[in-house]
């Protein structure tokens, strides 16, 4: 699979959304109506200690990273009335407060991928990058992309969810990395320290596996879309867990939308007389990992999908593309699923 760098979930025609962890939200967003003349948008860059704050009238000011202090910073001219949206981008963590913050004034927020905010930097002829700076480029970022669909900040569960996710993807990166170190190892005192350090490993991935499993339980709307996405002959517990950790839009958005959110849509490069082949870019690269996986289980064992594959074979397509294709279907029938409710259905 191709993968490249990740542009924002909210891109324009021809390219591919990918936030990498973004927030789910009840029912399809509408397209944001058209901001008066007098709206102005914020731009917010986090740091670790302090947040700069821009707006489109010119105005910057610094503040300490707490709900507080941020809470604080928008009273009097900085007041929420007058702020059409909030544009961040996703710093790890940092941004919490600013969210906390948000959230409590009932601030409409916007979330913009660092590499379209860099890009639309340059289109303006902004190559110089401070923060104060690049609070001003969200901030008018923001304004240029007002007429799209703002999404809604993470949910406590969704946060939760998300994190017991990284954090056991983390600790199978790290068992693999014990496992090929041990192939190697020749000292016995450099084998036995592996060794311990697996079992370890091993006792923590199923710790994080039994906490998902009991996050998803304890919400209902997470443990009924758990067993939709089970119904599917080809999906088992990890990709269930991925889709609900790192697919929450699951079920709001049309086919198209979906996959290219998940980075399997093609997207196509010609120019002048230059005809070059479609391929996948993009999109949320741990998510389509996992479901590679599902769609090459789901092409074996699943009729549906086994006559899809079978068919681009049978058109003399080669064996990656063909998986790619079904993973495609396989990402639009889940789709389907959760957004009609029902089990999956043989075609």
């Known amino acids: 699979m191709v993968a490249s760098v990740q542009p924002s979930a909210t891109s324009r025609a021809g390219t591919s959304p990918a936030t990498p962890f973004p927030t789910p939200f009840p029912t399809p967003p509408a397209p944001s109506p058209a901001p008066s003349p007098a709206a102005r948008f914020v731009g917010a860059d986090v740091s670790k200690a302090w947040v700069d704050l821009a707006d489109t009238t010119g105005r910057s000011l610094r503040t300490a990273n707490t709900p507080e202090a941020l809470a604080a910073a928008f009273a009097g001219p900085w ?35 660092p590499n379209r905010a860099r890009a639309f930097a340059r289109a303006t002829g902004r190559l110089a990058k401070t923060d104060r700076i690049d609070a001003a480029v969200l901030a008018g970022l ?7 669909a703002a999404v809604p900040p ?29 192939e190697r190892a020749e000292s016995p005192a450099v084998r036995a320290s592996i060794a311990a350090c697996l079992a370890v490993i ?25 067993a939709l996405l089970r119904s599917c002959k ?5 990709a269930c867990q991925a889709v609900l950790a790192w697919l929450p839009e699951i079920g709001t958005l049309n086919r198209r939308t979906v996959a290219a959110l998940v980075g399997v849509a093609p997207i196509t490069r010609h120019s002048g007389s230059a005809l070059r082949a479609a391929a996948i870019a993009g999109g949320r690269k741990p998510l389509r990992d996992v479901l590679f996986m599902a769609a090459l289980t789901a092409s074996r064992h699943n009729p549906t999908f086994t006559a899809v594959y079978d068919r ?22 889940l789709n389907a699923m959760i957004r009609a409710g029902k089990p999956f259905k043989p075609a």
């Not at 923001?142 to 799209?148: G, P």
């Open 202 to 226: 091993e006792a923590q991935i199923a710790a994080m596996t039994q906490a998902l499993d009991a996050a998803i339980a304890a919400d209902a709307d997470l443990a009924r879309k758990a």
């Open 154 to 182: 993470p949910s406590p569960a969704q946060r939760a969810l998300a994190e017991l996710m990284a954090r056991l993807t983390q600790l199978k990166d790290q068992r693999h990395a014990e496992r090929c170190r041990a």
């Open 234 to 238: 080809g999906v088992g517990p990890r």
């Open 79 to 113: 007041a929420p009335a007058a702020c059409a949206a909030l544009a961040y981008e996703p710093t790890g963590g940092y941004e919490r407060p600013l969210l906390a913050a948000a959230q409590s004034l009932g601030l409409p927020i916007r979330r913009l991928h």
């Open 142 to 148: 923001a304004a240029f992309t007002a007429d799209e």
């Open 312 to 333: 681009l074979r049978a058109d003399g397509k080669p064996h990656k593309l063909a998986l790619i294709a079904v993973l495609r279907k396989l990402v639009t029938v």
